[in-house]
T-cell receptor, first 112, second 116 residues
Framework: QKEVEQDPGPLSVPEGAIVSLNCTYS??????FMWYRQYSRKGPELLMY????GNKEDGRFTAQVDKSSKYISLFIRDSQPSDSATYLC????????????FGQGTELSVKP | GAVVSQHPSWVICKSGTSVKIECRSL??????MFWYRQFPKQSLMLMAT?????????EQGVEKDKFLINHASLTLSTLTVTSAHPEDSSFYIC????????????FGDGTRLSIL
């Protein structure tokens, strides 16, 4: 079993839709949770960064962490064609020296 | 703007050539940087942890003699793919984050390596 599970998709939605992306994990030591967006042939770009459980909102993006269920989510409101990319969840524990564990990535396509 | 710069962005070379990729942290000093490899439609695979002033730590299965890492300064780490062969063709990405903090890693834009 992988430490972090993420549905690879692809996920296709119409413009304006609310997108929900999710990851589950098995290591209860994970405390830092990140969502990265990666466009084709580019490096991952940090979207959201959350410590421990709770919600965080930034513009059209909302990140949720439920440590009791070992489940994290990223919501994208009013999705745009420019949101079409691969979304990677990543996480790490306090003492891993910055070493990240990634999900497989979900490929999202927002159709105009 | 970018906080981690990676160069070159694309390399095409003949089999047997050694290729050097640079990763620079622009806004902070990074005692640790990370090198990843990514195949099409797959996630990032950690290759090694680059430590300033000391030897890199390689992940299981990664050949340290094939992928040489040098972290000679607090803002620069290099990955050299030695005697590259077509199977080394991939997308290589580095990341760095401020030391001694809980801030997240930032990634370079990646280097697309094509070995003919």
């Amino acid at each position: 079993q992988k430490e972090v599970e993420q549905d690879p998709g692809p996920l296709s939605v119409p413009e304006g839709a609310i997108v929900s992306l999710n990851c589950t994990y098995s290591n209860s030591a994970f405390q830092y949770f990140m969502w990265y967006r990666q466009y084709s042939r580019k490096g991952p770009e940090l979207l959201m960064y959350t410590y421990s459980s709770g919600n965080k909102e930034d513009g059209r993006f909302t990140a949720q962490v439920d440590k009791s269920s070992k489940y994290i989510s990223l919501f994208i409101r009013d999705s745009q064609p420019s949101d079409s990319a691969t979304y990677l969840c990543a996480m790490r524990s306090y003492n891993q020296g910055g070493k990240l564990i990634f999900g497989q990535g979900t490929e999202l396509s927002v159709k105009p | 703007g970018a906080v981690v710069s990676q160069h070159p962005s694309w390399v095409i070379c003949k089999s047997g050539t050694s290729v050097k990729i640079e990763c620079r942290s622009l806004d902070f000093q990074a005692t640790t940087m990370f090198w990843y490899r990514q195949f099409p439609k797959q996630s990032l695979m950690l290759m090694a942890t680059s430590n300033e002033g000391s030897k890199a730590t390689y992940e299981q299965g990664v050949e340290k003699d094939k992928f040489l890492i040098n972290h000679a300064s607090l803002t620069l780490s290099t990955l050299t793919v030695t005697s590259a062969h077509p199977e080394d063709s991939s997308f290589y990405i580095c990341s760095a984050g401020p030391p001694n903090s809980n801030q997240p890693q930032h990634f370079g834009d990646g280097t697309r390596l094509s070995i003919l």
